[in-house]
């Protein structure tokens, strides 16, 4: 009988950041993998952290931008395999929604912290576009919804 290969699993939470004026905010990343390339703020969990605080403690530590991890919306969890290639990792993503008056600075792995209009975005890392695709659609864990219009 064969072993059974337990894949390790790393734990993150990703924040869709955006104005009511229709802006999303992303950092460019500080190293690999995916260095230079924009993306969603977010990172590894902490110990004994939930999902939701780890996005709040993300998004403040990447961009400046303080929010109360209650008024974070569930956007959905991403698990596929390979969307990461450093190996199996599973995020839950969620909304923020800021005044346009909003300040930003980059901080920890961010090179650059930035306001883009959601019809101008970049390319983005990992599978972040697809986690922008259903913040637009209005799609979430949630049942009330999320971006009426923009």
């Known amino acids: 009988m064969a072993e059974e290969v337990v894949e390790p ?12 004026g229709g802006r999303v905010l992303l950092i460019e990343r500080g190293w690999p993998p995916f260095e230079g390339a924009w ?6 969990m902490d110990s004994g ?11 403040a530590e990447e961009t400046g931008v303080r929010v109360d991890a209650a ?11 390979g969307r990461d290639p ?3 990792y599973v995020t839950v993503a969620y909304l923020a929604v800021v005044p346009d008056s909003t300040p930003i600075a980059a901080g ?15 390319p ?7 986690i922008l695709a259903t913040a ?3 799609e979430s864990a949630n049942p009330d919804p999320i971006i009426t219009e923009l």
Request: proline share 6%.
């Open 9 to 20: 699993i790393r734990y993150t939470a990703d924040v869709v950041a955006t104005t009511p």
């Open 39 to 44: 993306a969603l703020p977010g990172g590894h």
């Open 49 to 59: 952290e939930t999902s939701r605080d780890a996005a709040a403690r993300e998004l």
């Open 71 to 81: 008024d974070l919306l569930q956007l959905g969890v991403w698990d596929a395999p």
């Open 86 to 88: 450093r190996g199996r």
């Open 108 to 122: 920890d792995d961010a090179r650059t912290a930035r306001w883009w209009m959601w019809n101008d975005l970049p």
């Open 124 to 130: 983005l890392a990992f599978d972040h576009s697809s």
């Open 136 to 138: 637009l659609r209005g």
